[in-house]
């Protein structure tokens, strides 16, 4: 049961422009979600967190938005780049339960060009 | 930032034998390691979380006797997979957090990638 889900595959964006990527969720005991970025063959790079009890935050070219009333979270990022190029993942963690218990979405390959 | 260390990003192995992959947190002490494996356009899946001087916890459906889990110290886990078959060829990856922080990210390691032939 997949739990925190990512719908959209692939994303492309032009250089300059933003990229929004969606995450939805399931388990209304989540409270801190966070986004990591992964390149080929190597090991996911935290990117941005947020925290429940907040609505938005953001971190240079890099904003999520968490609404909870709709599970769902987005990343944007503004503007893109060439070397955003990667899989971003979704997470998301219930703080009351095993520490540090990650619940990952299948991945959303983004693709900036020129 | 916190780094953490994985050993070998590679392997390639017959059939039957065994594997050891570590993982290592470099600059912060971590009581609580993570592995997950990762198939071919899948998310990632946590396979079982690795506590220092006790036993490891596993998820469902993981072989406990076929994925050894050693948690020595504060700064290293191992994973051992056992009598290797090709369906366990995958992208193995560690995690761990920092101890001074509950809301602290995880940080992984870069992966280890096993075949088996």
């Known amino acids: 049961d997949q739990q925190v889900k990512q719908n959209s595959p692939s994303l492309s964006v032009q250089e300059g422009r933003i990229s929004i990527l969606n995450c939805d969720y399931t388990n209304s005991m989540f409270d801190y979600f966070l986004w990591y970025k992964k390149y080929p063959a190597e090991g996911p790079t935290f990117l941005i967190s947020i925290s429940s009890i907040k609505d938005k935050n953001e971190d240079g070219r890099f904003t999520v938005f968490l609404n909870k009333s709709a599970k769902h979270l987005s990343l944007h990022i503004v503007p893109s780049q060439p070397g955003d190029s990667a899989v971003y993942f979704c997470?998301?963690?219930?703080?009351?339960?095993?520490?540090?218990?990650?619940?990952f979405g299948r991945g959303t390959q983004l693709t900036v060009w020129p | 930032g916190a780094v953490v260390s994985q050993h070998p990003s590679w392997v390639i192995c017959k059939s039957g034998t065994s594997v050891k992959i570590e993982c290592r947190s470099l600059d912060f002490q971590a009581t609580t390691m993570f592995w997950y494996r990762q198939f071919p356009k899948q998310s990632l899946m946590l396979m079982a979380t690795?506590?220092?001087?006790?036993?490891?916890?596993?998820e469902q459906g993981v072989e406990k006797d076929k994925f050894l889990i050693n948690h020595a110290s504060l700064t290293l886990s191992t994973l051992t997979v056992t009598s290797a078959h090709p369906e366990d060829s995958s992208f193995y990856i560690c995690?761990?957090?920092?101890?001074?922080?509950?809301?602290?990210?995880?940080?992984f390691g870069n992966g280890t990638r096993l075949t088996v032939t």
């Open positions: 690795s506590n220092e001087g006790s036993k490891a916890t596993y």
């Open positions: 995690s761990a957090r920092d101890l001074g922080g509950y809301n602290s990210p995880l940080h």
């Open positions: 997470a998301a963690a219930d703080r009351g339960s095993t520490l540090g218990r990650l619940y």
